[in-house]
């Protein structure tokens, strides 16, 4: 049962162009998103995140976009560098259900590729 | 500021062989994880742990056993290690209403 759906393996744009990478989730539990970016032979870093509260969330040229009734987000980047080229993942997990707020639920990435 | 550290980063062990991977932060976190990717399946939780003493099984348990006996320690032990553990293993930690932050990940080899 995959909560959090990456359905791009990989998506390859020009550098200079919007990058738009899509994420779904099954779990109306759900209430707070992460995007990581991750190179070849390094752990995973935070790039940016959005609360349910919030619609979008921008920072620099990355920007997060959350659809709660389609249960959808995105992640914009503008303009795209090359430097941008890694495996993006989408996380997810509950901050204020009491629930499982402890857990980060991964999905299983988009390798992008910013082409000079 | 050292952040999320493992050791070993790259180890090869034969069938059966036991090892403990390694884990430390020094951020004070009360939340940290073992996760393992595989090739195209993104990160699969193994365990985690809420708080020293506390530990539980995440999404794929079977074969490994955690500890936290300290805020900042969460070691991983392989009991008997099998090829379908060859992987590579991330350690992240984070506090309530933080980001994760990994660890660099140990690439593990059972041959």
């Known amino acids: 049962d995959q909560q959090v759906k990456q359905n791009s393996p990989s998506l390859s744009v020009q550098e200079g162009r919007i990058s738009i990478l899509n994420c779904d989730y099954t779990?109306?539990?759900?209430?707070?998103f992460l995007w990581y970016k991750k190179y070849p032979a390094e752990g995973p870093t935070f790039l940016i995140s959005?609360?349910?509260?919030?619609d979008k969330n921008e920072d620099g040229r990355f920007t997060v976009f959350l659809n709660k009734s389609a249960k959808h987000l995105s992640l914009h980047i503008v303009p795209s560098q090359p430097g941008d080229s890694a495996v993006y993942f989408c996380?997810?997990?509950?901050?204020?259900?009491?629930?499982?707020?402890?857990?980060?639920?991964f999905g299983k990435g988009t390798l992008l590729t910013v082409n000079p | 500021n050292a952040g999320v550290t493992q050791t070993p980063k790259f180890r090869i062990l034969k069938i059966g062989q036991s090892m403990t991977l390694q884990c430390t932060q020094d951020?004070?976190?009360?939340?940290m994880y073992w996760y393992r990717q595989d090739p195209g399946m993104g990160l699969k939780l193994i365990y985690y742990?809420?708080?020293?003493?506390?530990?539980d099984k995440g999404e794929v348990p079977n074969g490994y056993n955690v500890s936290r006996s300290t805020t900042e320690d969460f070691p991983l032990r392989l009991e008997l290690a099998a090829p379908s553990q060859t992987s590579v293993y991330f350690c992240?930690?984070?506090?309530?209403?933080?980001?994760?932050?990994f660890g660099q990940g140990t690439r593990l080899t059972v041959v």
């Open positions: 992240a930690s984070r506090d309530r209403v933080t980001e994760a932050f």
């Open positions: 779990n109306s539990m759900f209430d707070y």
């Open positions: 959005i609360s349910s509260i919030k």
């Open positions: 996380a997810a997990t509950t901050l204020n259900s009491g629930g499982s707020n402890y857990k980060l639920t």
């Open positions: 951020m004070n976190h009360n939340y």
């Open positions: 742990s809420v708080g020293a003493g506390i530990t």
